[in-house]
């Protein structure tokens, strides 16, 4: 079992920064970021193996940043340039990987509302 803890959330004008905090409680293959916007599915937003290999949508390339701290399990994602259309909540996820098989563990979800 994991568990995630999030933080960082909050509303902010657009072109601002935010950053959001993970801690999880033990060590995962995978750590990453999901959005869910009002309306529409849950989307991969970044994610990160433990190697530090990186993963971002499209649509933040260039803006946010995924970094992790595996000494303390806990993951970040620096969000820069923020626009309206990035308001949503957002979901830590990770991936403990075990011989057979891959488990996904979700964190409580934080709201980032970006204001125009």
């Known amino acids: 079992q994991v568990q995630l803890v999030e933080s960082g959330g909050g509303l902010v004008q657009a072109g601002g920064s935010l950053r959001l905090s993970c801690a999880a409680s033990r060590s995962t293959f995978i750590m990453g970021w999901y959005r869910q916007r009002p309306g529409a599915q849950r989307e991969l937003v970044a994610s990160?193996?433990?190697?530090?290999?990186?993963d971002y949508a499209d649509s933040v390339k260039g803006r946010f940043t995924i970094s992790r701290d595996n000494g303390k399990n806990t993951a970040y994602l620096q969000m820069n340039s923020l626009r309206p259309e990035d308001t949503a909540v957002y979901y830590c996820?990770?991936?403990?990987?075990?011989?057979?098989?891959?488990?996904?563990?979700w964190g409580q979800g934080t709201q980032v509302t970006v204001s125009s």
């Open positions: 996820n990770a991936v403990l990987r075990t011989l057979n098989s891959d488990h996904n563990y």
């Open positions: 990160m193996l433990i190697d530090g290999a990186a």
